[in-house]
């Protein structure tokens, strides 16, 4: 991961760019050969991790640029956040690596990984200047923030440079901004808020090798006003910790700024990148009617579509199959998308988070090194956002919501989910419509391979006519091809708690040698059709899982349902403590079949040697079926 230099002349500030600014991919990465570790199989010691806590954010290396900012908890969202909803950010990680809507330890492995890979390779994170950013940049005659980073980064002055921001407002004016960087460049403000003029559209790009911005609030709360960013790792490392979006992305706003990008965090590498995003905030979302209609069928009566919505984070084709981004903690409410990164091939870690009420899906990724792990998703149709006008979404409105979706062009397989919690309440289709609504919990679509389910607790009440799970078959879409390879979908050490039946509760099309093991399908009157398409071992049904021999303990619980290995490659199933080794069961049935058949030559002939030889396989089999 070398850091190359970047082109000073184009650090830059247009005013002029809303027909020619792309919309999400801007670059266009080279293709290398991806790593083939996969998530699924990621071995090495496992090391709890320092950098994920609350009372301040450590970066890469270990140096604490700032603290917990104070006065910075953006209130745009009226939605209420349930009280059972998993927090990782709060939690203490010992014991919570099993359970639902909490990281694994392979996902704080990954973390390590990664970490420990950049301090090799670039070294911690030291700008040989650290200056207060007022006085540096001039901003005590009140120009604006965008316009005096543009002219620094232009000259050279930002290179190997650390910006402090004091505590206070920084204005923003509009237009994009360009800061290519070289050697080391951070912005720290943990109390600074960059506040967007009402009306204006900003867009701000990092662009270079080692980039760590830490603390500020992007303030978009004023009418009409929206802000991009684009981060772009060169070779290298960036670090977005900490950062806070305040302010909804309205309907105005966007009809206000037609072709231009309303994605509110762009993310792209080249090259052998990582990108690290951690603690980012974004709760203000789309207001009703602020985003995009997609669905086969005509909108409700009096819905007001816009060009296009605002995903909460994007993920395109420009990141590069050699780049790692790592998602911890985000927490995204009522966006177009959440985190939309399925039409790239970069790993994609979604590791912790919550995200409430976004529109569409919360999780859009794909590939055998993507993975959505310890993430709490909650969905809630009377509790979107209703700021503005149209007014309240109604059914139907909200469109073919997926807490998680894995998807991608054809090329690759499913990410590998874990340690997943989601909950979907009152969301319903629009009866003199027929679209809309909830269509899976979780969705795997045509277009990836085999995949991997594990761990999850899926909740719901009050939806229409729609699996836990749905399962598309393997032969591709309309847009991209079916994928190559191994097809099977493993489902594993999953609880579904629902109030009735309108449908299956796991639904698997034309996948062959697919599993459902060690899980429990909590729904009144469930039974085993409550599952299609796939094997199932260990499975019990009703509110009591009791149809079946499950597991006593909870979903996670160490010794029972999170016991089960799956090789994400494979696709052996290798049982642990929570039901009987199939191998070693079949060995041990042989054995006693070979003893027996050994007794009885010995006792009709006369060999004593031959009976000494069956009497103790007899209590070798034994042991085995005792132990």
């Not at 290398?32 to 970066?59: A, C, I, M, Q, Y």
């Not at 745009?76 to 809507?101: K, Q, T, Y």
């Not at 998703?377 to 469109?399: L, S």
Request: proline share 6%.
């Amino acid at each position: 991961m070398e850091g190359g230099a970047v082109s000073r002349a184009d650090s830059t500030r247009t005013d002029a760019t809303a027909a020619a600014e792309p919309q999400g991919d801007d670059i266009q990465g080279t293709v290398p050969t991806n790593d083939e570790r996969g998530w699924d199989g990621l071995l090495g010691e496992t090391t709890r991790r320092t950098f994920l806590k609350t009372s301040s954010v450590v970066g890469i290396g270990g140096h604490t640029l700032g603290g917990t900012a104070s006065g910075m908890e953006p209130t745009m969202s009226n939605v209420p956040i349930p009280a059972d909803l998993p927090n990782p950010a709060l939690a203490d990680r010992v014991g919570n690596f099993e359970r639902a809507g909490f990281p694994s330890r392979r996902a704080y492995r990954e973390i390590a990984i990664q970490e420990r890979r950049t301090l090799q390779q670039q070294g911690p994170f030291e700008p040989a200047r650290d200056v207060d950013a007022v006085g540096y940049l001039g901003l005590d005659d009140g120009t604006p923030v965008d316009t005096a980073l543009a002219e620094a980064a232009g000259s050279g002055r930002l290179d190997d440079t650390l910006l402090r921001f004091p505590a206070g407002s920084y204005r923003i004016t509009g237009g994009r901004t360009n800061l290519f960087v070289n050697g080391a460049f951070g912005i720290v403000g943990p109390d600074a808020r960059f506040v967007l003029d009402a009306g204006v559209h900003a867009t701000l790009q990092f662009i270079g090798s080692r980039i760590r911005v830490e603390g500020i609030t992007i303030d978009q709360s004023a009418p009409g006003a929206v802000a991009s960013v684009l981060l772009r790792a060169e070779n290298g490392t960036i670090e977005w910790l900490r950062v806070s979006r305040v302010g909804v992305v309205s309907q105005r706003s966007l009809q206000n700024h037609p072709g231009k990008p309303q994605i509110q965090l762009r993310l792209s590498g080249r090259g052998e990148s990582y990108i690290r995003i951690e603690d980012y905030r974004a709760l203000g979302g789309n207001n009703a009617g602020a985003h995009s209609w997609s669905s086969r069928c005509a909108p409700p009566p009096g819905f007001v579509a816009s060009e296009n919505g605002a995903p909460g984070i994007w993920v395109g084709q420009g990141a590069s199959p050699e780049t790692t981004i790592q998602l911890i903690n985000p927490e995204l409410h009522g966006w177009e998308n959440g985190i939309y990164a399925s039409r790239t091939e970069s790993s994609i870690q979604v590791i912790g988070g919550r995200f409430i009420n976004n529109n569409n899906a919360s999780i859009r990724i794909a590939g055998e090194d993507s993975a959505a792990d310890g993430c709490s998703i909650y969905f809630n149709q009377e509790e979107y956002p209703v700021e503005e006008m149209p007014g309240p979404y109604r059914p139907g409105e909200i469109q073919g919501i997926n807490g998680v979706r894995s998807e991608s062009k054809g090329t690759q397989q499913a990410a590998t989910l874990t340690n997943l919690d989601i909950q979907a309440y009152n969301v319903r289709r629009l009866d003199d419509f027929g679209c809309g609504g909830l269509n899976g919990l979780i969705r795997i679509q045509g277009t990836v391979g085999r995949g991997v389910i594990d761990n999850c607790r899926l909740r719901y009440r009050n939806i229409t006519d729609t699996p836990a799970i749905v399962v598309n078959r393997p032969n591709g879409s309309g847009y991209y091809p079916a994928p190559p390879g191994p097809r099977d979908i493993q489902v594993r050490n999953t609880e579904i708690i629902g109030d009735r039946l309108d449908s299956a509760a796991i639904d698997i099309r034309g996948r062959p040698n697919s599993m459902v093991g060690d899980s429990c399908i909590r729904i009144p009157g469930a039974g085993p059709n409550e599952i299609q398409g796939a094997r199932t071992q260990n499975v019990g049904y009703g509110p009591n899982c009791a149809e079946s021999q499950v597991p006593t303990g909870p979903v996670g619980a160490p010794g029972s349902l999170s016991e089960l290995n799956l090789s994400a490659r494979s696709g052996n199933v290798s049982l642990g403590s929570s039901i009987p080794n199939q191998r070693t069961g079949a060995a041990t049935i042989v054995a006693v079949i070979v003893a027996l058949i050994l007794g009885v030559l010995g006792f009709v002939g006369s060999g004593t040697l031959t009976i000494l030889l069956a009497i103790g396989i007899v209590i070798f089999a034994s042991h085995v079926i005792r132990s």
